[in-house]
């Protein structure tokens, strides 16, 4: 897009002072998150697992899927497998680390996917109203009105389960959510006058749409992603403890508690440690939604 | 109760902590009130007048901390008070009535509930006696029919009338002290003048003090016996309200009146004066005069370098003013209109007719049997604005003003008739339809200073914008237009910077100017650009229009409520009720006898901060009826005050030509004429 293009020229001289700028803003930005605790408890949280994911290959104690049949006959945490190791004598840590990547890729992308698709249904319902409304709206309903886990597992199913095809999912059914915070937010811009100034310099409903709209509903949005990544991590485990989550062998959290909850009673640890990696990273992006909505509203 | 006045507020310090930093927001203030007494604040918006309010019944806030002095009420303490003793004090000795009333009213109680609630808490009165109390507080305040009244939702009343059960509820236990804040400000004109003589009368025969806050002087004279001006959380002047008005001593009070047009007065007579730059933070205080910044007669040193004490006027005692020059400043006089200059120049040929336009609405059906009779909103409407003057519209809200702006400006098409600017019909075309050279022809400013500029994009990106859609400009070859254009309207070309959250309300109407200016229209539309916005700042882009219309030959069309304004800006004035042009003509004739009916009403009704005429003369009564239900003959006539009988409610009333002035009425005009006085006498003498 040319527009923010334009709008840098004119609000600086050289680019390097409007990286300056740039730059301070974000700072500023991250002092702001700084000031409320949720929000820091759960970037914490969040960057801990990245930097967990990114360095896998350097920190993991043993490849994800190396069998230890040393370890098979004393499964518990020890002092070679801290968090003890499975039923096939795979390492636990090492299974968690590298089984946080796919989530950490999968769970982010199919947020975004839902917002783009979201966004842009909820912009048109908003804006258009009548009978474009109307079609959006119910079809909304109607993917909602489905119990969603039915949903994936048909769908999944028949298409076999990879990992795009889990994105495409986890888009498809979250989209109309987003789709109708949006809507509802468009119809109440919609009537700003910044929009009325913008028909009459005859921009295109696209550009009022994207350019003017848009950018004023991104509070409540982003608040809204943070928590929808949460829940796909969730369903994303959820799927995984079907049996319809990745394809094994590779470390899914999901998949590690259903090949050992059946053994809960003798070994916990086995599906206690990943259970424990799920809701970790879903507290964090919850409380980082928290955050942001407290430090919005405060605004 | 102990002698002495009823409230006593001493060196009262006032803090918000705010993320900068703890900001002073009232460094000290005194000021008594005697029972029975009306006291008037004064002062531009971030003056911290509502804050006193607020801090004498302790409703601060978690950020707002009393600091310092005192606040004596009846004798009592109350910066120290506990909440049970706040309790009792609360809606029981002090009432409060707040701008807007559907904040104050419980929308899913009847009013008549809300009205027996205080004294059944408060003083143990049985149900049926308050309900009698009730009854008798909704005649009070002129309430038509107040056992039907007393069933009703606060949404089934109308703006004026949810004002007066507010006022009703305050009133109803009998309270020594009645803060009042900006309670008529969202109100309409004649409705507004009927709320501020009701408060005069019920004040008269109730005994309770007022301590009335507003920005409106007019309103104030109507109401107060004392003024207090406040500036920066100071009391800059106090005193009797004629001294105030007749003799202000300080520069800031002078500022007020001379930037607040009059009905006497127009742009080629007297024209208005701004005070100069705008509130300064309260983080940031200099040891002097806070007012020092603006003032025009500053003397660096003796103004800045330490506090300034209050001292009393001399010859009147009871007149106090905080500036160390006031006794060295010349005696001031009221802007005046008697060197009329009369504006040369011939007719000029029309640049918009508006001919035979009617607009209806099809409203959304309710349910499946809803009726679904379109509502009206102008009818038949003719008008014209000749190129390089100022057609103004006035009304109350809900007269179509704004709807003809709308389908002026393409955002609506018209029903019926139509609109031609310069000489090309438009009024079927909507925006997207007309051509580039249309667009650019007509711009529009928009009421609401905070809903103008996107609040996602800077100033310049704004301006940018409309320079490359309108004018075709190049993207990287802007920064020099927006340059020029934000000169134009007075602001600082590092403005473009900015987002419109670090602008004031008027540098963020001035940037809407400028985008308005982009194109180089021939015709600007202002739909209210200067109601949202304090006197001072209002004079200021008032100024500024009537500067770019010289300087470019822009064609104004100028919607607006408020007639000062219009008298002050207009060359041509149409006066609407209900949709329809009651009366139209050059603003001299419009402004002097014979008036129509409603146009006296709407005249009479202005609030004038001049003690000497602060009466409204014509009250209206009734509601303005909805637009779905029209009389069949003239619109005015439920409310006229000069009905002469059937021939107003069955027939529509025949537009009488007196040269080119129109007025719409059953009345002919000489018999107008020596029925009316004149309500704007030009002023001859300055006093």
């Known amino acids: 897009m040319s527009t923010p293009i334009a709008a840098g020229t004119l609000s600086a001289s050289s680019p390097a002072a409007s990286r300056g700028r740039t730059l301070r803003r974000w700072r500023r930005r991250i002092a702001l998150l700084g000031e409320s605790t949720p929000a820091t408890v759960g970037i914490v949280l969040i960057l801990a697992w990245v930097a967990l994911a990114l360095l896998a290959p350097l920190i993991a104690p043993y490849p994800p899927n190396a069998n230890d049949m040393a370890a098979l006959a004393h499964t518990t945490p020890s002092r070679a497998h801290w968090l003890g190791a499975d039923h096939l004598g795979r390492d636990i840590l090492s299974r968690i680390l590298w089984g946080a990547r796919p989530v950490l890729v999968i769970a982010p992308l199919a947020v975004l996917g839902a917002a783009v698709l979201g966004s842009l249904l909820g912009l048109a319902a908003g804006y258009y109203g009548r009978w474009i409304d109307l079609v959006i709206t119910r079809a909304c309903d109607i993917v909602l009105s489905f119990p969603v886990i039915i949903l994936y597992m048909i769908i999944l199913a028949h298409f076999g389960s990879s990992a795009w095809n889990i994105i495409g999912v986890l888009t498809l059914t979250k989209a109309p959510i987003i789709a109708r915070i949006v809507r509802g937010m468009t119809l109440d811009l919609r009537e700003r006058e910044y929009v009325a100034a913008a028909k009459m310099r005859g921009e295109s409903a696209l550009y009022i749409m994207l350019v003017e709209i848009l950018p004023n509903a991104r509070g409540p949005l982003v608040v809204d992603m943070c928590l929808r990544t949460g829940y796909n991590v969730i369903i994303i485990g959820a799927l995984g403890f079907l049996g319809i989550g990745l394809p094994p062998p590779d470390p899914d959290w999901g998949g590690m508690v259903k090949d050992t909850y059946g053994m809960m009673m003798v070994w916990p640890h086995m599906a206690l440690f990943p259970c424990a990696a799920i809701s970790s990273l879903v507290v964090g992006f919850n409380l980082l939604a928290v955050g942001l909505r407290e430090l919005g509203l405060r605004d | ?687």
């Open chain 2, 1 to 687: 109760m102990t002698d002495g006045p009823l409230l006593d507020v001493r060196d009262l310090r006032i803090a918000y902590t705010t993320r900068a930093g703890e900001a002073v927001v009232v460094p000290g203030v005194s000021f008594q009130l005697n029972a029975g007494e009306a006291l008037g604040l004064v002062g531009e918006s971030g003056c911290g007048k509502s804050t006193v309010a607020l801090s004498i019944v302790r409703y601060l806030g978690r950020a707002g901390r009393i600091t310092g002095g005192s606040i004596r009420f009846e004798g009592r303490e109350l910066t120290t008070l506990d909440e049970t003793g706040l309790r009792a004090i609360r809606g029981r000795r002090i009432a409060m009535v707040y701008q807007d009333p559907m904040a104050s009213l419980n929308p899913v109680m009847t009013v008549g509930h809300q009205l027996m609630e205080a004294p059944m808490t408060h003083e143990g009165v049985s149900a049926s006696a308050a309900r009698a109390r009730a009854l008798a507080m909704l005649a009070e305040v002129k309430l038509a029919d107040p056992a039907a009244v007393m069933d009703r939702y606060p949404h089934q009343l109308s703006g004026g009338q949810q004002q007066r059960i507010v006022i009703a509820m305050a009133l109803i236990t009998g309270p020594a002290l009645l803060i009042m804040d900006e309670p008529t400000t969202g109100l309409d004109v004649t409705v507004e003048a009927a709320v501020l003589d009701l408060v005069r009368e019920l004040r008269s025969r109730h005994h309770s003090a007022i301590l009335f806050i507003s920005h409106n002087l007019g309103s104030v004279v109507r109401v107060c016996d004392r003024v207090a001006v406040m500036y920066r959380g100071e009391l800059v002047e106090d005193g009797p309200v004629r001294r105030i008005f007749t003799n202000p001593r300080h520069p800031y009070t002078r500022g007020l009146l001379d930037c607040l047009p009059t009905l006497g007065s127009d742009k080629r007579q007297a024209p208005l004066v701004p005070i100069a730059g705008q509130v300064e933070s309260a983080l940031i205080r200099s040891p002097g005069c806070g007012f020092a910044g603006r003032c025009a007669h500053v003397e660096i040193g003796r103004c800045t370098s330490r506090p300034i004490p209050s001292a009393t006027v001399r010859e009147e005692p009871d007149h106090h003013v905080a500036c160390v020059r006031a006794d060295e400043l010349a005696r001031w006089t009221r802007r005046s209109g008697a060197d009329i200059a009369h504006e040369a120049g011939g007719p000029r040929e029309p640049m918009v007719v508006i001919h035979h336009l009617t607009k209806t609405y099809e409203p959304r059906r309710r349910g499946f049997r809803g009726s679904r009779a379109p509502v009206r909103a102008v009818f038949d409407v003719d008008l014209a604005a000749a190129r390089g003057r100022t057609l103004a519209i006035v009304g109350e809200s809900g007269c179509g003003k704004s709807t003809i702006a709308k389908v002026l400006s393409g955002l609506e098409v018209a029903t019926a008739g139509g609109v031609t600017l310069d000489g090309v019909e438009v009024g079927a075309l909507a925006v997207d339809a007309r051509s580039p050279a249309l667009k650019r022809k007509l711009q529009m400013v928009f009421q609401n200073p905070d809903s103008t500029l996107n609040p996602s994009h800077t100033v310049g990106y704004a301006i940018g914008r409309a320079l490359r859609r309108l004018q075709g400009r190049a993207p990287g070859d802007l920064t020099g237009g927006v340059a020029r254009l934000l000169e134009v309207v007075k602001l600082s070309p590092a403005m473009a910077a900015r987002k419109p959250r670090h602008l004031s309300g008027g540098e963020k109407q001035r940037a809407a100017i400028a985008r308005a200016l982009a194109s180089d229209p021939d015709v600007i539309v202002a739909d209210e650009p200067v109601s949202a916005l304090d006197v001072s700042v209002q004079a200021a882009i008032v100024n500024l229009l009537t500067e770019i219309q010289a300087a470019h030959g822009t064609t104004l069309v100028f919607i607006s409520h408020d007639l000062a304004v219009v008298r002050y800006l207009a060359d041509t004035v149409a006066v609407m009720y209900l949709g329809t042009v009651a009366e139209l003509g050059p603003v001299e004739r419009v402004f002097t006898p014979p008036y129509h009916p409603y146009t006296e009403a709407l005249l009479s009704a202005v609030p004038v901060p001049d003690p000497d005429r602060a009466v409204a003369r014509i009250l209206l009564e009734g509601r303005v009826p909805s637009a779905g239900e029209i009389p069949p003959g003239c619109p005015f006539a439920t409310r006229c005050p000069r009905r002469i009988g059937a021939i107003c409610d069955e027939t529509p009333p025949p537009v009488q030509r007196f040269g080119d002035h129109r007025i719409a009425c059953h009345i002919p005009g000489d018999e107008l004429r020596r029925l009316q006085t004149d309500l704007v006498e030009p002023r001859t003498t300055g006093r």
